[in-house]
């Protein structure tokens, strides 16, 4: 059974920084194009930023130069790094393996496996 279990998530001052890891297990997902999107209350899951099975990198354009997606292989575990962080950033931080073809790497619908969500909450 696939289990994407996501953790490091809390709260921090804006200005802060916080790492996210989700760590896979039931298969492995070091070739594979992984994702994080997240939720704010009362808006759509968005797309934040992938890793592809190549290892290129794609973010929203709200990220970019402030959070940074790896990924460990040995430990089938992928990271966001969350730098800067603002107010806006608030929200349930998920992530997503097992990416189908025919799908934008943004469509939350091309993604299979996904984690419960961590919490991540930026305060004044």
């Known amino acids: 059974q696939v289990q994407l279990v996501e953790s490091g998530g809390g709260l921090v001052q804006a200005g802060g920084s916080l790492r996210l890891s989700c760590a896979a297990s039931?298969?492995?997902?070091?070739?594979?194009?992984m994702a994080w999107f997240r939720q704010a209350p009362g808006k759509e899951r968005e797309f934040v930023g992938t890793i592809t099975r190549n290892d290129i990198r794609w973010y929203r354009d709200s990220v970019k130069g402030r959070f940074t997606i790896s990924r460990d292989s040995a430990k089938n575990t992928v990271y966001l790094q969350m730098n800067s962080l603002k107010l806006e950033d608030t929200a349930v931080y998920y992530c997503?393996?097992?990416?189908?073809?025919?799908?934008?790497?943004?469509?939350?619908?091309?993604?299979?496996?996904w984690g419960q969500g961590t919490q991540v909450t930026v305060s004044s």
């Open positions: 997503a393996a097992d990416f189908a073809s025919g799908y934008s790497l943004e469509d939350a619908n091309g993604y299979m496996y």
């Open positions: 039931g298969r492995t997902f070091s070739r594979s194009t």
